[in-house]
């Protein structure tokens, strides 16, 4: 990582000539959807965002609800109210900034002056925004005899120097337990343990089923010259326009970045630099699991003002304990990946893709990725079940204002994934950070849909319903390999012939997710929260039934969801 330290100062030089920068709002599935809902009743894509790459600027989300605003003219009271809700989130960047957010009663003519934000300093030379973390809550599954908690106290800070130089960061301090289900997958590793979007997680007061842990994020961001942003840090990306992604996730735990995002006129490319961890051997107290590295570069061209084309690569690579470093090679921002690791003769991981969206008469928008991971072509045509063919693909749709109902909207995706899909000779090349999938949470070896029902009834009250089906294969020992764990070496596989989606032990998962979330104060909401979740599989063994409800207070942050 010393490499990208060295790289990123030197591109630090630039700040003489950057710009007022933003930050970016935080990844939170319920926001984004806030953004993406307002661009396709907008009727064009928005300037300066490419939904696909998330997170968001929040000067970018200020200026599309501004045009949004200006633009559409059917716009009921909830819609206002949603905007409204998005430029108070960001006042700084709205057009009116002393004005935007202000809130009616302040605390000692001090705190909460803006609605969004506890406290802020702001002038020519500095900027800051603060406010306090929380989210507690209670629930019951009924497969335990304990209830379920969760208890998250932090902060989060932004602001800006100079004008120029943006930063962000958040703590947190979380105890927790959650429903069975979540703890079964966590404890996977009977030596360590991983909560889904974490790292290692500590067990709390001797339970292996309630998890201490900590959460930390923070960066600083730049305008480097005119057309390109500059991100360093510590945190999450996800590509895609659906809850799931085949590319990039943010099921994994944060990890630290260069990136660089490139956006000129109708096109926006963005290069990735990112260090990850390999934790499958258990190390003794102390000793630092080894590093790889990732890295991806997305092309992106808005072809219309409605539909969007993509390609990508990426690569996952590691070096030997004694040659730990990041290999300059791939710091070239334009060279295709494949060449280099061909012409080095090198064992590193290189997959590539593209994607789409297209949004269509203010209402609906499509969306969809191809993963192509060793694909080869003639074993396709022979349709002999080579485990060669490891690809995966996701298509899905979102109607806006459904059947005409106001603030109703829909969205369905199915995903799917080829055996030994994201597998590679080793640990320091699967597509697998912390234990944890990059990309899917079920890895590979399944396929699946996805329904999302989300309706806004009045302002404040938001409803959420969500339904996956997915038939996905596992392995009945740990030395078999039938393709589903990208933890495993695809040189243990099973066959070479016959292979296909849901084979070794056959599971049919269903889970639905429905959600009431009562907006009290800006940010700061109520939620009631109702689980089922059923799994039949070929080994009785492994069936699994769940109910869970669970109620809580949540202020400044999303909602921690598991929904696999």
């Known amino acids: 990582m010393q490499k990208f330290l060295l790289f990123f100062l030197a591109g630090s030089l630039l700040l003489i000539e950057s710009k007022a920068q933003s930050v970016f709002a935080p990844l939170n599935a319920d926001y984004n959807h806030l953004v993406e809902r307002y661009e396709i009743r907008y009727g064009k894509f928005a300037d300066r965002i490419h939904t696909h790459m998330k997170p968001y600027l929040r000067k970018s989300i200020v200026q599309l609800a501004d045009s949004v605003e200006k633009k559409v003219d059917d716009l009921n009271e909830r819609d206002k109210f949603n905007l409204d809700y998005l430029r108070n989130d960001s006042w700084e960047w709205s ?61 989060e800070i932004r602001g800006m120097i100079a004008k120029k130089l943006g930063f962000y960061t958040y703590f947190a301090d979380n105890q927790g337990r959650f ?77 630290l970045f260069l990136k660089l995002t490139t956006q000129i006129g109708r096109f926006q490319y963005m290069n990735l630099f990112s260090e990850i961890y390999d934790r499958q051997q258990v190390l003794p107290y102390g000793q630092l699991p080894p590093k790889k590295f990732f890295v991806f570069h997305h092309l992106s061209l808005n072809v219309t003002n409605n539909l969007n084309i993509g390609v990508f690569e990426t690569e996952i690579f590691g070096r030997a304990k004694d040659q730990g470093y990041f290999d300059l090679s791939y710091m070239n ?89 994201y597998q590679h000779l080793s640990d320091q090349t699967n597509y697998i950070n912390y234990n944890q999938p990059l990309a899917h949470p079920l890895g590979a070896n399944f396929k699946e849909f996805v329904g999302i029902a989300r309706f806004q009834p009045t302002k404040r009250l938001f409803l959420t319903g969500t339904m996956v089906l997915s038939t996905y294969g596992t392995d009945s020992t740990p030395t078999e390999n039938w393709g589903g764990s990208p933890l495993k070496n695809y040189d243990t596989r099973k066959q070479d012939l ?57 202020w400044n942050i999303g909602q921690r969801q598991f929904i696999f």
């Open 95 to 155: 057009q009116s900034p002393d004005k935007q957010g202000e809130s009616d009663k302040p605390l000692w003519n001090t705190f909460y002056k803006k609605k969004s934000d506890t406290y802020y300093f702001r002038n020519d030379d500095f900027e800051i925004h603060a406010s306090p973390v929380l989210h507690v809550g209670f629930g019951k599954d009924q497969d335990s005899d304990k209830m379920t908690f969760v208890n998250t106290r932090g902060l």
């Open 498 to 554: 016959g292979n296909s989606i849901g084979q070794g032990v056959k599971n049919n998962l269903t889970y639905l997710d429905f959600t009431a979330s009562y907006m009290l104060k800006h940010n700061f909401f109520v939620d009631l929260k109702a689980i089922a979740r059923k799994v039949d599989s070929a080994d009785n063994t492994l069936d699994r039934n769940t109910v869970y409800v669970s109620g809580a207070l949540r």
């Open 333 to 421: 921002p334009i060279i295709f990946y494949r060449a280099i690791e061909q012409q080095k003769g090198s064992p590193d991981n290189a997959m590539v893709g593209f994607d789409f969206k297209a949004n269509m008469r203010k209402r609906f928008s499509i969306y969809g990725q191809v993963l192509l991971d060793e694909f080869v072509l003639s074993a396709l045509k022979a349709g002999d079940g080579s485990w060669v063919n490891k690809f995966g693909v996701q298509l899905g749709g979102k109607y806006i204002n459904a059947f005409g109902i106001d603030n109703l909207d829909l969205q369905g995706e199915v995903n799917l994934a080829r055996p030994y899909t």
């Open 179 to 255: 429903a069975d289900y979540v703890a079964a997958w966590t404890n996977r590793s009977s030596a360590e343990a991983f909560l889904p979007g974490e790292g290692l997680t500590k067990t709390f007061k001797g339970d292996n089923k309630t998890y201490d842990f900590l959460s930390a994020r923070g960066y600083i961001s730049f305008q480097a010259v005119k057309f390109i942003n500059i991100q360093f840090g510590h945190d999450k990306n996800f590509i895609g326009n659906g809850l799931r992604s085949m590319i990039l996730s943010d099921f994994s735990s944060p990890y």
